[in-house]
């Protein structure tokens, strides 16, 4: 597996919570992969559908 070494910086506050038992919520103080990725995927996932959109 291949590492990508990124340096993110938030342009405002982010509040990104821990999952705990039962329903008290704890904010990160990291981003977690599983975010990253999921933002990953939707940028690809839009750039991709307004490239098709321009080409009909």
Same mark, same amino acid.
């Given at each position: 597996?291949?590492?990508?070494? &990124?340096? #993110? *910086?938030? &342009? /405002?506050? &982010?509040? #990104?919570?821990? @999952? @705990?038992?039962?329903? !008290? /919520? ?7 992969? /599983? !975010? ?7 940028? /690809?996932?839009?750039? *991709?559908?307004? &490239? ?5």
């Amino acid at each position: 597996m291949n590492r990508i070494k &990124l340096k #993110i *910086t938030a &342009l /405002s506050p &982010l509040a #990104i919570a821990a @999952k @705990k038992p039962g329903s !008290v /919520s704890e904010a990160e103080d990291h981003i977690p992969g /599983s !975010v990253i990725r999921g933002a990953i995927y939707q940028f /690809s996932y839009n750039s *991709t559908t307004i &490239l098709r959109r321009s080409h009909n």
